[in-house]
């Protein structure tokens, strides 16, 4: 059974940085695609960026990218998203995704299993 379990959510002041993390079970991330999305009451889910399966290639939406950074640890079997230079607009629940079929894209639709989520809020 997969599992996933996000950590690391907080309230920060802008400009400040966290580092989620992503806990798997059931799952070897070092052979799945990896995504994080987040989602803000009353908007669709938006994919943030993505780990390729196998290696260390990632992708990241254009209002995050040089912020944000996405590393796998194989040994703990975790995925990690951090975060730099947060802004207000970063405020939302922050999700991590896989696909068991390893479908990989940036869209919610492609994955079957996700994590409860964890929250992020960012002051101005």
């Known amino acids: 059974q997969v599992r996933l379990m996000e950590s690391g959510g907080d309230s920060v002041q802008a400009g400040g940085s966290l580092r989620l993390a992503c806990q798997a079970a059931?799952?070897?991330?070092?052979?799945?695609?990896m995504s994080w999305f987040r989602q803000v009451p009353g908007k669709e889910r938006e994919g943030l960026g993505t780990?390729?399966?196998?290696?260390?290639?990632?992708y990241f939406i254009s209002s995050v990218k040089g912020r944000f950074t996405i590393s796998r640890d194989r040994a703990e079997n975790a995925v990690y998203l951090q975060m730099n230079d947060l802004r207000p607009e970063d405020s939302a629940m922050y999700y991590c995704?896989?696909?068991?079929?390893?479908?990989?894209?940036?869209?919610?639709?492609?994955?079957?299993?996700w994590g409860p989520g964890t929250q992020v809020t960012v002051s101005s």
């Open positions: 059931g799952v070897n991330v070092g052979g799945k695609c």
């Open positions: 995704a896989t696909d068991a079929w390893g479908r990989c894209g940036p869209d919610a639709e492609v994955y079957d299993h």
């Open positions: 780990i390729w399966a196998g290696g260390d290639k990632t």
